[in-house]
Structure formats: C-alpha cells, structure tokens
C-alpha cells in the first residue's frame, strides 16, 4: 500500500531531516511510527501525500506521488494532523465533515447523509450542528478524524492522535481505529496505544530508520514505555 525507497528531504532552513527512508506499509496492516522528538516522523509522514517532496520514491497504492498525481493520492490517504485546528474550519462540525465529501462533487444531500452517518459512528451526532472551535481537544480530534473517515482513505494516517485525550478517550480510539479495515500509520509517543492498535513499529532516529519489527519489541528493544 505504501512504498518508499531511499527518501531525502531538508527545509529550506534545516539540515537534513530525512536521511535516506525505505518504508513498506502493506494492505490492512498496522504500523506505528515511534522516536524522539524531532527524527523526522511527521517530516516522513508529510511525504506520503505530498504535502512535502523530496528526494527518492513515494509510492502509494502504485501510484508514484508526485505534483501531477496530488489529487488522486489524496483520495487514498486520510491524513489526521497532530493540530486538530488545522483540519477544522467551518462554522459547523457538521460542515467540516461534509467538506471533503463536496470538494470531491458528492451532491449536498449525499454528503449530508453520510457525513451524519459517520458522526454517528464516532458517538458524535450530538455536536452536529456546533461550532468545532467550541468543542474540547478530544471533541475535536473526534470531529477531524470523522472528516478523514467519511471520505474512505485507503490509508490512514494519524500523527500523535492520543494527545490531550484522557485515558478512557485513548481507550475508545483504540477500539474505534481497531475496527477500521485499512491500513493505517500510527505516529504515538504512547507505547500502549501503539502496542494496542498496530502489529509493526518503525523506530526513527535522526532522519533515519534504525530498526522495524513487531511493535512489542521495538517498544523493549528500544526502552521505549
Ligand atoms: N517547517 C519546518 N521548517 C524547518 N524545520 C522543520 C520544520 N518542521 C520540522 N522541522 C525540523 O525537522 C526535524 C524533524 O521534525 P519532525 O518531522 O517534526 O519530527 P518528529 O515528528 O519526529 O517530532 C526537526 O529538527 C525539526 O526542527
Ligand atoms: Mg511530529
């Protein structure tokens, strides 16, 4: 579902951030993204549907990413940021779950109804029709990821979900991400919800990926709870 080879990227005003990744995500698995602050993790994780380009191959289901095939890589990759308030923006949750669906030519009652479903089905039918900078940091995540959801990804990535949700709240995304069929990258600092919600961990260092492997392991290999 996911294939990198050798990818390299700086900022304009870094050094080199990502020294050279080969990565593989196949179909309906589950892997986590865990390292230090600033290896790299959402650098990489941009790059997978090119927010970010850099050096080396992206391959998402077959399709090369590239400037001309943007549009139809973000089809397949749900991307949930870290900051809820960049995925929210409308004066309704309501809206800003219909949005993707209306940007994509879905007609307005069709986007209605399966944004309401997909609320539902995250327990939020209730915020509808509030105003999501209103809502808590949980609430939010909630409402950003529904957004992502209603529009079916192929992939699904979440960067650092669990933060400023309470123990329950991580509880209840777990089983809510467990139940989801497709393939998904998880970037946690959280080994338990990692432990919980993915078979396979990469372990980033400066840039690079120094190991992968059953998530268990890398989380003792690497002292990582
Ligand atoms: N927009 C940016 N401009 C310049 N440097 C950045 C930017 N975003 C991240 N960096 C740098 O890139 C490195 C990796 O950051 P990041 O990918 O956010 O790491 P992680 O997600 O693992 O914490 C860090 O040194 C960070 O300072
Ligand atoms: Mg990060």
């Known amino acids: 579902m996911i294939r990198v080879?050798?990818?390299?990227?700086?900022?304009?005003?870094?050094?080199?951030v990502l020294n050279g990744i080969d990565f593989d995500l196949k179909a309906g698995e589950s892997t986590a993204l865990l390292g230090s602050n600033g290896s790299g993790k959402t650098t990489f994780a941009l790059h997978l549907n090119g927010i970010l380009q850099g050096e080396g191959e992206v391959e998402v289901a077959t399709?090369?990413?590239?400037?001309?095939?943007?549009?139809?890589?973000?089809?397949?990759?749900?991307?949930?940021?870290?900051?809820?308030?960049?995925?929210?923006?409308l004066p309704t949750v309501l809206e800003d779950v219909m949005f993707g669906l209306l940007n994509q030519g879905v007609p307005a009652e069709q986007a209605r109804s399966r944004a309401m479903e997909m609320l539902e089905r995250?327990?939020?039918?209730?915020?509808?029709?509030?105003?999501?900078?209103?809502?808590?940091?949980?609430?939010?995540r909630r409402a950003a990821i529904a957004g992502v959801l209603v529009m079916s990804p192929e992939v699904?990535?979440?960067?650092?979900?669990?933060?400023?949700l309470d123990p329950p709240g991580i509880r209840e995304l777990a089983a809510m991400l467990n139940q989801l069929p497709m393939a998904k990258l998880i970037i946690t600092h959280d080994s338990r919800f990692a432990i919980d919600?993915?078979?396979?961990?990469?372990?980033f260092d400066k840039g690079r990926i120094l190991a992968d492997g059953p998530t268990r392991d890398?989380?003792?290999?690497?002292?990582?709870?």
């Open 5 to 16: 080879r050798d990818l390299r990227y700086r900022y304009a005003d870094s050094g080199p």
């Open 122 to 140: 995250l327990h939020l039918a209730s915020y509808a029709n509030r105003n999501p900078f209103h809502l808590s940091a949980g609430e939010k």
């Open 156 to 164: 699904l990535i979440l960067d650092e979900p669990t933060t400023f």
């Open 197 to 203: 919600t993915t078979t396979r961990a990469s372990f």
């Open 63 to 89: 399709i090369r990413v590239t400037t001309a095939t943007l549009e139809e890589v973000r089809r397949k990759v749900g991307f949930v940021f870290q900051s809820s308030e960049n995925q929210l923006f």
């Open 218 to 225: 890398i989380i003792q290999r690497f002292d990582w709870f």
